[in-house]
């Protein structure tokens, strides 16, 4: 697996994207943008570029690897046609065979911001990234150790 330099900033977001933009500033975890992910393609014998909408690495001192978790996020149209989900799905499995998750944010997520915030912390958790928590002023600030 080969992970490319970050890019800075994306030419453009949609809206959907902005607002979880927006929610992941908030709550001060560290992510790249339309992150490049290589993985090799055994049958074409070719790599296979994706692009993660939000990438959070995540290394691991013991094992010396870098894993992470992608955050896609897709409009109600994504979800439109069967083959489109598939095809999804196929690229979620073929990711976490070197390391990455993947959280799929649909519109509906994005309708309550503490339910998102909710499920991006549990997904981080969930992977084992330590997070350490404090209250001020009635707001929640997470910050990645």
Request: glycine residues 2%.
């Amino acid at each position: 697996m080969k992970i490319f330099s970050k890019t800075p900033f994306p030419k453009e977001f949609s809206y959907n994207e902005l607002k979880v933009f927006m929610i992941l500033k908030k709550l001060n975890i560290d992510f790249i943008t339309q992150y490049p992910i290589q993985i090799p393609d055994t049958i074409n014998n070719r790599m296979i570029t994706y692009y993660a909408d939000f990438f959070i690495r995540k290394y691991d001192y013991r094992t010396m690897k870098c894993n992470g978790l992608d955050i896609e996020v897709d409009s109600e149209f994504h979800f439109l046609t069967k083959g489109r989900i598939r095809k999804d799905e196929e690229r979620d499995e073929e990711l976490k065979k070197y390391g990455i998750e993947t959280l799929r944010i649909r519109e509906d997520d994005l309708k309550d911001e503490e339910k998102l915030k909710s499920l991006i912390i549990n997904k981080l958790k969930e992977l084992g990234v330590k997070i350490k928590e404090w209250f001020l002023t009635k707001t929640l600030y997470t910050t990645l150790l």
